[in-house]
């Protein structure tokens, strides 16, 4: 198994605590992950600040852009710089001509903790927005799923240390895996669509694996990644089926060991 692992030497510190026992009291060291206030900038001016782990900036830079639809690709970003600071990170983003205007017509502030899916969006109407229909001929055989997790499971190497964040994977039947991780559920997405998006990698082959459950901005995501496939050890909600439905995604559900539940296009699971 292939697995490209995130970077945690910012990721995670140790602190002390009191840990209670059997009735009796120790100090004991505990390994917690990293969160601290990022802010998305474009051309100056600040799109989103998000509390997130400081680990792989700059796909999560281009994968928050891909999956707000600020850029179409990674290419349309320019120039890029993650500034640290006292009070959190500046993820300093340039755009390509004609995309600033436009940006400018668009803006949105997000103000959230742990990167919350829909907070600061202006209207109902875009928690509901129109999202792309995936197009992809991939089937899976049904032992994927299991693999897949196990997959995942194995190689969260954050998540070994802390028992504290989540993770979504890439997957494809080969056996590779790419892995990202944050205390945040969105915001390891939008890291993974930003490590595909630099690494030219189809999403129209492979799976999305979560470790949350299936909300309706993680099938949104999902479906601005291009990804057929997504697969949770959690259950979704009514209105991520109907969205992944409408999406042409294959939504898996409460998958654990060989346990499964299959929502939608379940054409793309071989038995």
């Given amino acids: 198994m292939l697995a490209d692992k995130i970077h945690i030497s910012d990721s995670v510190r140790s602190y002390s605590c009191i840990a209670g026992e059997g009735g009796s009291l120790a100090l004991r060291t505990r390994v917690l992950p990293e969160e601290t206030p990022i802010a998305l900038v474009y051309e100056g001016s600040t799109e989103a600040v998000l509390m997130a782990t400081p680990a792989d900036l700059e796909d999560f830079a281009v994968g928050f852009s891909l999956n707000e639809g600020v850029v179409e690709g990674c290419k349309d970003i320019t120039d890029f710089a993650a500034i640290h600071g006292e009070y959190g990170v500046e993820l300093r983003m340039w755009l390509a001509s004609g995309l600033s205007e436009r940006h400018r017509q668009r803006r949105r502030r997000l103000v959230g903790p742990t990167g919350c899916g829909l907070c600061g969006i202006e209207s109902l109407a875009e928690a509901v927005r129109p999202i792309p229909r995936v197009v992809s001929e991939v089937h899976f055989p049904e032992v994927c799923i299991a693999d897949s997790l196990a997959a995942l499971a194995k190689h969260q190497t954050l998540n070994h240390q802390t028992h504290a964040t989540h993770a979504a994977g890439f997957y494809v039947p080969d056996g590779n895996l790419i892995i990202r991780e944050d205390v945040g559920r969105h915001n390891a997405l939008d890291k993974l669509a930003g490590a595909l998006s630099l690494r030219s990698i ?69 038995r």
């Fill in 202 to 270: 189809d999403p129209a082959w492979g799976a999305i694996v979560i470790t949350s459950r299936e909300s309706v901005e993680m099938v949104q995501k999902a479906a601005q990644i291009g990804a057929p496939i997504l697969i949770a050890i959690s259950a979704p909600t009514g209105l991520a089926v109907q969205t992944a439905e409408r999406a042409n995604i294959t939504l898996v559900a409460v998958a654990r060991g060989n346990s499964y539940q299959l929502f939608c296009h379940a054409e793309r699971i071989e």
